[in-house]
């Protein structure tokens, strides 16, 4: 592992949680947290609730508090040996229902756990490289579904999906913002166009609706913009291996809707470093229109400064939403963790 970053991986038992932390010096250094199952999950849907479901008045008490609660259980514990050992950045393994939340959106009383640390999500260690090295020159394929709508049926569900306004808006300026950028808008944004040319990009980002379809997980599917969808069966059988960021800017994209074992959770991005991506950025819970759009622009903003991991890219984009850093009249909502927490980082984010 790189310098500063630390292995964590967090083991659900019938009585208590058993964290590990792997540093680069030393050996794994081990802790017991006793809580039962049915605590734990209790408190994961309090915190997911206080994160998805943000009131109309905003207020940060409720989300904090249950941030809090959670803190105390993952991170705490380890807080002495997190100091030691200069921690810059977070490589987490999650256990079970773990998966369900973000933990860049644990709160210690005064800050977030984004606004000390770099996070980075695994699926497997066997998958990951953690010592390659940032993107070099950015060669973007940015596809967006701003237009139409589209009604369709997987399984027991009927979907009903409109085109996202922003989302457009959001490949625009990205094209402006990197001139390496091919984009791709409503019918032109389809298999046929993204297979020809996929190769060609380091970064695939996909500003559109996708959803898990609970019971059907092999149906669960990003939707095109000429209304095709791409599977999670048929994302096994494609080869990407110039990939190195595959960015899912749309809902849902990796999880069910209730709680299992969270094992739908990661399922994407393992999916898609089994097919050669080396990282991808996919989203928890339904994500605001426009508050996807600015964690994005400042996102790819701090990667084109090149010299920079994805995972701090990332931090910095969710910090600019902590810090107001942005030109939008709406910066005092988007401070909420419903806007900066939904994204994680799954695979080598370093």
């Not at 139409?148 to 490949?171: P, T």
Request: glycine letters at 6%; one cysteine or more.
């Amino acid at each position: 592992m790189k310098q500063n970053a630390v292995l964590l991986y967090s083991l659900i038992l019938d009585d208590r949680i058993e964290l590990v932390l792997v540093t680069n010096h030393g050996l794994p250094i081990h802790r017991s947290v006793p809580i039962n199952k049915t605590q734990l999950k209790n408190a994961i849907i309090e915190f997911k609730v206080a994160l998805t479901y943000p009131r109309k008045t905003i207020s940060y008490e409720i989300a904090q508090t249950a941030g809090q609660q959670l803190y105390k259980l993952l991170i705490e514990p380890l807080d002495k040996e997190l100091f030691l050992a200069q921690t810059k950045t977070i490589i987490y393994a999650p256990d079970g229902l773990l998966r369900y939340i973000p933990i860049a959106a644990l709160y210690d009383g005064k800050k977030w756990l984004i606004e000390r640390f770099n996070i980075n999500n695994i699926t497997a260690a066997s998958l990951t490289n953690f010592n390659s090295e940032p993107l070099g020159k950015l060669r973007v394929l940015a596809a967006a579904f701003s237009q139409g709508n589209y009604k369709f049926i997987v399984g027991s569900r009927e979907f009903r999906l409109s085109g996202l306004k922003f989302a457009g808006q959001e490949v625009e300026t990205l094209a402006k913002m990197i001139p390496n950028t091919t984009k791709l808008l409503n019918e032109a944004f389809n298999w046929n166009e993204i297979i020809s040319r996929v190769n060609k990009y380091n970064i695939l980002h996909f500003a559109t609706h996708a959803d898990f379809v609970n019971g059907q997980p092999e149906d669960s599917f990003i939707l095109f913009g000429d209304g095709s969808r791409l599977t999670l069966r048929e994302i096994t059988n494609l080869s990407l291996p110039n990939i190195d960021l595959a960015v899912l800017s749309a809902c849902r994209t990796g999880v069910g809707g209730i709680l299992e074992d969270g094992s739908e959770i990661l399922g994407l991005g393992y999916q898609m470093q089994r097919a050669g991506v080396k990282t991808s950025l996919a989203s928890l819970w339904q994500v605001d229109d426009l508050g996807t759009q600015v964690l994005m622009i400042n996102f790819y903003r701090a990667l084109k400064i090149g010299n920079i991991t994805k995972a701090e890219a990332l931090r910095k984009a969710q910090l600019a939403l902590i810090n107001g850093n942005i030109n939008e009249e709406e910066a005092k909502r988007l401070r909420h963790p419903y806007y900066l927490a939904p994204f994680i980082l799954i695979g080598d984010g370093l």
